[in-house]
């Protein structure tokens, strides 16, 4: 890590009177105490670059992004920094982190055009058990423990799903969704369909093998779930369009992020 880098971890991350928060793309970003994801920003300088990149470029003007495990904001953020004129619909139910999210989108100069839905997202509505890392670890945070860091306590919260808040807000045009929920992905995308068959957005997924183990959801699910409803999908970084199961198995060798473009 530079020597700008340290510093700004140790200033926004462990000193007295700045500690818990730091400014990013013009909106100043709250985090829990040790918070992995705010690390890894301070490593990375750009949370997931190239992710943003794709979606600051896929969101249109005048549209909606659904950021679904929002997390404490750091892809919502960028995207209304650069598409000042769309609107970000999040959804993030761990408790670990919706104070923090909660104050970052009340005071952001954004706070107009960003609405939280703090609810879990899947293919059904109710109630479900959550499970809780650390507050550090709340990258992690889930619906089941998939392994990928210890869980300390579970938690019950509200289940929605795409389709039922998309008509909420009168069935708008939604030019992209990112799904990053560790493993729960297809109930997600599962829960968008009537969404994704009208406004036909670009979908930005993470799809990791363990996670999805701990689902019991078979890697080749996302390819048959995109043929189904006609869309592409492509690896990312590089937007290499995955034509056949065998290939998404080998790109996930190397990539866990991949889009669906209708």
């Not at 928060?21 to 490593?43: D, L, M, N, Q, V």
């Not at 306590?153 to 560790?182: H, N, Y």
């Not at 997600?188 to 036909?200: H, K, M, T």
Request: charged share 20%; glycine share 6%.
């Amino acid at each position: 890590m530079t020597l700008r880098k340290a510093a700004k971890q140790w200033l926004y991350g462990r000193c007295p009177g700045f500690a818990g928060s730091f400014p990013y793309f013009g909106t100043r970003i709250y985090f829990p105490k040790g918070s992995r994801s705010f690390e890894a920003a301070c490593e990375q300088g750009v949370f997931e670059a190239d992710n943003v990149r794709m979606l600051q470029g896929l969101v249109r003007p005048d549209t909606w992004f659904f950021d679904v495990g929002t997390n404490i904001g750091l892809m919502s953020v960028p995207v209304l920094q650069h598409v000042p004129q769309a609107r970000v619909l999040s959804f993030e139910p761990s408790p670990n982190v919706l104070v923090s999210l909660q104050r970052t989108i009340r005071e952001s100069p954004h706070a107009g055009h960003w609405t939280l839905v703090p609810t879990a997202v899947g293919r059904t509505i109710g109630r479900v058990p959550f499970s809780l890392a650390s507050r550090e670890n709340s990258c992690f945070d889930g619906i089941l423990n998939t392994g990928r860091a210890p869980i300390v306590r579970q938690a019950e919260v509200e289940l929605t799903t795409v389709d039922i808040e998309w008509k909420r807000l009168g069935s708008p045009e939604v030019s992209a969704i990112k799904c990053d929920v560790e493993g729960g992905e297809l109930d997600v995308l599962q829960g968008a369909r009537e969404c994704l068959y009208a406004a036909r957005p670009f979908v930005l997924t993470e799809w990791n093998a363990q996670n999805l183990k701990a689902y019991d959801v078979p890697v080749c699910a996302l390819f048959s779930f995109a043929q189904e409803l006609d869309f592409h999908v492509f690896a990312l970084p590089h937007i290499i369009e995955v034509r056949a199961e065998r290939d998404l198995k080998l790109h996930m060798l190397q990539t866990e992020s991949f889009l669906l473009a209708p």
